[in-house]
């Protein structure tokens, strides 16, 4: 019997490291298993007939809100040419509306619903053992003739009994995902998780085993997919003391962080940290307290806000901030607001905007019309608008998000863009959404994958808006900073095509 584990990459890194898991714990079994994963810019008829022409016996397709359509219209094909191959989904995006995934789906066998191991690994020893004691299995959706019937979700896995699951993957020398944790303590209306959301996690001893792999192999990256990696401040401090007392001064380690829990101790401890060896990513969300309030959020804004100041005046610990666009009752204005502050506090480190989704199994979704919500039908669902957000409106913080992102997503420009709102005394968020509508009316979104045309845009752009300042020296001055921010970003090469080409 042959399985084959599958997926298309997408945004939602998670989806990788899942599949890793699965394959673990199936590996022992008495059945070929080969796992693929194919990329976002595969053509669906390659994709399709790589997978139709293996002899599988059974294809699961691990989906998220950003690769479902595509998996669908991929597994669709494959079961019109492989009547007899099972066709089993698994992942987040269908382990919420199961019963009207599978009978909107009819060419879906099966489905795996929450933390997928144990579920599969009991649905496959079911097949081989040919018992197909179903109903037995918590966790499974499945076809009963004519009936779809969906079996209550799993208990919660218990981490410590998860192979780790590069003992059969090398980690390679990029970035590599990793959990210590699952479960999660930020409820937050707009997050997607289970009814059963307990912490669970592995303990200190294994978790610094299976780092000190990472950093024999040196690795370039460990993300950590934890959610709140500080959720314990105590177990999050011997982690950390760990990974800096350890230091191979190539790794470097990435965590989402509850900015408002961290602590003076874990502070002094970061101040120990090789430079970049740390990246935190702290959301702020917003700093409206009826925003944070309608959410579920309750964290002190000021003491995050301190924190943040904290992290960032000490220098060594990369901080990436991200805000929501899109919240329960939050305006235009009051999103600025929020904006402007996590952009004052950055100082030159990476900006996100981050526009809310209306994740299946979420508790915004089931108040969609509460908040007056009108959102995509199909994954990832986006907003369209709210009860305080017209489309035009969330269309331009859409604009403003990938504008944000361009310039300051990475940490680039990070000279350029305070000089512009010192000279100007523009706020942030009205800078990116000038330059925004700027680059909207000059046809400009397409030729911005480059640094090099970021540079000259940002440049034009100033051009205009510095006519009103009736002062040239500020301008030329601006024109030298970001030529010394775009030599920062590029190669000495690609700075020399510049120069020969010009601003133009």
């Known amino acids: 019997m042959k399985l084959l584990l599958t997926t298309i990459e997408s945004d939602e890194v998670r ?6 898991y699965l394959y673990c714990v199936l590996a022992d079994s008495p059945m070929e298993i080969r796992l693929k994963s194919f990329g976002r810019s595969d053509l669906y008829t390659d994709i399709f007939e790589e997978i139709a022409s293996g002899q599988h016996n059974i294809v699961y397709f691990h989906a998220d809100r950003f690769n479902e359509g595509k998996l669908r219209h991929v597994a669709e094909m494959v079961k019109k040419a492989v009547p007899t191959v099972a066709i089993v989904f698994g992942g987040p995006e269908v382990s919420f509306e199961t019963r009207r995934f599978m009978k909107e789906n009819l060419f879906v066998d099966y489905v795996v619903r929450g933390e997928g191991e144990r579920v599969m690994f009991s649905f496959i020893k079911s097949l081989l053992s040919y018992e197909f004691d179903y109903e037995n299995i918590p966790g499974l959706a499945y076809r009963d003739n004519e009936q779809v019937v969906v079996n209550p979700y799993d208990a919660p896995v218990d981490m410590e009994a998860l192979p780790f699951p590069y003992d059969k993957f090398e980690a390679g020398k990029g970035t590599v995902y990793y959990e210590t944790i699952r479960g999660t303590s930020d409820r937050t209306v707009y997050s997607q998780y289970l009814p059963d959301a307990r912490v669970r996690s592995i303990g200190l001893g294994r978790v610094c085993t299976e780092l000190r792999y990472f950093l024999a192999s040196e690795v370039d990256r460990v993300v950590f997919l934890d959610s709140f990696f500080n959720y314990n401040s105590e177990r999050a401090y011997r982690i950390l003391e760990y990974i800096i007392n350890n230091d191979n001064g190539v790794t470097g380690f990435e965590f989402n962080v509850n900015g408002d829990d961290l602590d003076e101790e874990t502070m002094r401890l970061l ?10 990513n702290i959301d702020i969300a917003s700093v409206n307290p009826e925003v944070l309030a309608a959410i579920g959020r309750g964290e002190n804004i000021y003491r995050l806000m ?16 991200h805000v929501k666009a899109g919240l329960p009752l939050e305006t235009e204005a009051m999103f600025s607001r929020s904006f402007n502050k996590a952009f004052g506090m950055a100082e030159g480190m990476p900006v996100h905007i981050e526009p809310v989704f209306m994740s299946k ?18 994954a990832p669902y986006e907003v369209i608008s709210t009860g305080h957000l017209t489309a035009a409106e969330m269309l331009r913080l859409r604009g403003v998000a990938r504008t944000v992102e361009s310039y300051v997503g990475d940490g680039g420009f990070k000279n350029s863009l305070p000089r512009i709102l ?7 968020y009205e800078l990116f ?18 640094k090099e045309n970021l540079a ?25 900073v970001i030529y010394t921010d775009l030599a920062e970003l590029v ?14």
């Open 15 to 20: 989806t990788d490291l899942a599949l890793k």
């Open 271 to 280: 101040a120990e940290a090789r430079d970049g060896q740390i990246t935190f």
């Open 306 to 321: 301190y924190n943040i100041t904290k992290l960032l005046q000490a220098g060594n610990v990369r901080t990436e901030i």
């Open 361 to 378: 199994g979420s508790a915004l979704r089931q108040e969609a019309d509460r908040y007056g919500y009108v959102y995509a039908s199909h």
């Open 422 to 428: 010192n000279d100007t005394g523009l706020k942030p």
């Open 433 to 450: 959404r000038g330059l925004t509508s700027y680059i909207m009316r000059s046809e400009l979104s397409g030729k911005l994958n480059r």
């Open 456 to 480: 000259r845009t940002l440049y034009k752009y100033c051009c205009g808006l510095y006519d009103e300042l009736a002062d040239p020296v500020k301008l030329d001055i601006l024109k030298d």
């Open 491 to 504: 190669s000495e090469d690609a700075m020399r095509k510049f120069d020969k080409k010009g601003w133009d």
